[in-house]
């Protein structure tokens, strides 16, 4: 077990860092979406509104924080999370249809989506090392 969790200590510090950063990112886009749906506006209005300033702050988060060396490809990571916004619209159309309340439905959609998201930007956004030169400081 030992050798099995020392062979991959990158690895998992790296999606432990993910989900530490995760939380403040999901705190930040759940936050939008319940102050949005609070002052009236359709559930899923409010989940692409705060969809899109979500992906601007965790572009930042994950950047700085968490696939750290990585020089990301800016034009897939707005591709993934265009990807990622229609899974979580599923999700949170399905959800919904079963958990009336959309705060509820909202939070449970963005866990679902988030599994999903780690492996989307773990291969297909940050999956090439970067050289020490390509890092910007």
Not at 92 to 105: Q, R
Not at 115 to 130: D, E, I, P, Q
Request: hydrophobic share 50%; proline share 3%; aromatic share 16%.
């Amino acid at each position: 077990m030992y050798g099995l969790v020392s062979r991959h200590a990158d690895k998992l510090a790296e999606l432990w860092r993910y989900y530490k950063i995760g939380v403040i990112n999901t705190i930040f886009g759940l936050g939008i979406y319940s102050i949005l749906v609070f002052v009236g506006i359709n559930l899923f209005v409010a989940q692409i509104l705060s969809h899109i300033a979500g992906v601007t702050f965790n572009y930042f988060t994950f950047t700085r924080h968490v696939f750290k060396g990585v020089k990301p490809n800016l034009l897939k990571y707005v591709a993934s999370y265009g990807l990622n916004y229609l899974i979580g619209l599923t999700f949170l159309a399905a959800i919904h249809h079963f958990i009336a309340s959309p705060y509820i439905s909202g939070f449970l959609a963005a866990l679902g989506t988030s599994v999903v998201n780690y492996v989307v930007l773990k291969v297909f956004v940050f999956g090439s090392r970067a050289t020490p030169t390509d890092i910007q400081p």
